[in-house]
C-alpha cells in the first residue's frame, strides 16, 4: 500500500508540474505576507487548536446515540452549512487532472479518514484518542523524509522513537471504564485505529499540497471538503441506511452541530486567516494545543482515567511533537505541511 502511495504521489507530482509549466505558472509556493495583526493572528491559530481538541469530546457525546458513519455525516452536513456562501465566492480554476487530483485528496481526507478516526473513537476514550492525534507532527515529519526526500537528522529520529513509544505506552495501557461506564472504556483496536487515520491523513496533506501551489489554501479546502462530503453522502446511506433523526436528543444534535460548524468549519477559517498573519514555523507549535484540551476534557468532563503509563506516553509524544515543531530547521516545514492545508480532527 505504501508503494501504491508512493507512486500516486510522485504521479500527480510529476503531472501537475507539466501542466503547470504548459500553462507558464511556476511550481512553487509563493511567499507569505507580511504579518499585519500578529497578536490576533497568534489568538485565532490558539482558539482553533482549541476547537481542534473538542472535536474527539463532542464526537464522543453523539456515539452514545449512534453509529460512526452517521456521526461523521452530520459533521461534515453542518460544517458546509457555513461554507456555502464561500462556494459562491471563490470559484475554482482547476485543470482536468487537478480535479482528479482533488477527488483522490477528497476521498482520502473526508470518507476515508474520518469514518476509521470515529470508528476507532467508538472503540476508544476521548482521553486516549487525542493523545493518539499528537503523534501526526511526527507522522508528517516521517512523510516528509519518505515522499517528499526531506532529510531527518539525528534529533528527528529521536523524537520519532519517542513518539512510537509514547502511543504504545498508551494503547497498552490500563483499559478501565469511565466512571459511570456510560461511554466505555479504551481498546488497542481503537487506539489503533485512530494511528491508522492519521497515516491516511499524511497523504491528504500531502496531495494538497500539490494543489497549493497554483490555488489559494481556501479554495483547496472548500472544494475539497464539499467533494468529500459529497462522496460520503452515498457512501452512508448506501451501506447504513437512513440517518436517525426523531431519536436523536438535543444534546446529542448540539455535539454534532458543534462539531460540524465549530471544528470543522469555524476551525478551518480560523487557521487559514491565522496563518496570513504569523509565520507558519511560530504557530506550528500551537498544534499541541489540540492532543492537550481533547484529553483533559475526556479526563475532566467525560470523567475517564489514564493510568500512570498512560501519562507518561502522552508526555512523550507531546515532547516529541513540540521538539519537532519548534526547532528553527524544521518547524518551517513542518507547520506549513500542517493544517494551513488541510482541516483536521
Not at 507539466?18 to 499585519?36: D, N, V
Amino acid at each position: 500500500m505504501v508503494l501504491l502511495f508512493r507512486f500516486l504521489f510522485r504521479l500527480s507530482d510529476l503531472r501537475l508540474s507539466c501542466s503547470l509549466f504548459s500553462a507558464g505558472f511556476p511550481a512553487k509556493i509563493e511567499p507569505m505576507q507580511i504579518p499585519r495583526h500578529r497578536g490576533w493572528g497568534f489568538a485565532a491559530c490558539a482558539l482553533a487548536s482549541c476547537f481542534w481538541g473538542g472535536g474527539f469530546f463532542f464526537g464522543k457525546i453523539a456515539l452514545a446515540e449512534m453509529s460512526s458513519a452517521f456521526m461523521v455525516l452530520y459533521r461534515f452536513l453542518f460544517a458546509m452549512v457555513p461554507l456555502l456562501p464561500l462556494l459562491v465566492l471563490h470559484r475554482p480554476r482547476f485543470s482536468r487532472r487537478e480535479w482528479s487530483l482533488l477527488a483522490v485528496t477528497s476521498l482520502l481526507g473526508v470518507p476515508l479518514q474520518f469514518l476509521v478516526q470515529f470508528h476507532g473513537l467508538s472503540l476508544t476514550t476521548v482521553s486516549h484518542a487525542s493523545l493518539m492525534i499528537g503523534t501526526m507532527p511526527v507522522v508528517l515529519a516521517v512523510g516528509a523524509t519518505i515522499f517528499a526526500q526531506e532529510r531527518l537528522d539525528t534529533i528527528g529520529w529521536v523524537a520519532m522513537g519517542t513518539s512510537t513509544a509514547g502511543a504504545a505506552l498508551i494503547a497498552l495501557s490500563g483499559r478501565g471504564r469511565a466512571r459511570g461506564g456510560g461511554l466505555g472504556g479504551s481498546s488497542l483496536r481503537g487506539d489503533l485505529l485512530v494511528v491508522l487515520s492519521c497515516l491516511i491523513a499524511l497523504f491528504w496533506i500531502l496531495f494538497n499540497k500539490r494543489l497549493m501551489r497554483r490555488h489559494g489554501h481556501v479554495v483547496v479546502t472548500i472544494y475539497g471538503l464539499a467533494c468529500g462530503t459529497a462522496m460520503l453522502v452515498p457512501w452512508v446511506l448506501l451501506r447504513h441506511g437512513l440517518p436517525p433523526v426523531a431519536a436523536v436528543s438535543w444534546r446529542a444534535w448540539g455535539a454534532l452541530a458543534a462539531s460540524g460548524v465549530l471544528c470543522t468549519a469555524t476551525t478551518t477559517l480560523l487557521w487559514n486567516w491565522g496563518m496570513t498573519q504569523v509565520p507558519a514555523s511560530q504557530a506550528g507549535v500551537l498544534l499541541n494545543i489540540e492532543p492537550l484540551i481533547g484529553s483533559l476534557l475526556g479526563v475532566l468532563v467525560l470523567g475517564e482515567r489514564l493510568g500512570p503509563t498512560a501519562w507518561v506516553g502522552g508526555g512523550m509524544i507531546l515532547v516529541a511533537a513540540v521538539t519537532l515543531t519548534t526547532r528553527p530547521q524544521a518547524a518551517h516545514k513542518t507547520a506549513m505541511t500542517t493544517r494551513r492545508y488541510v482541516e483536521p480532527v
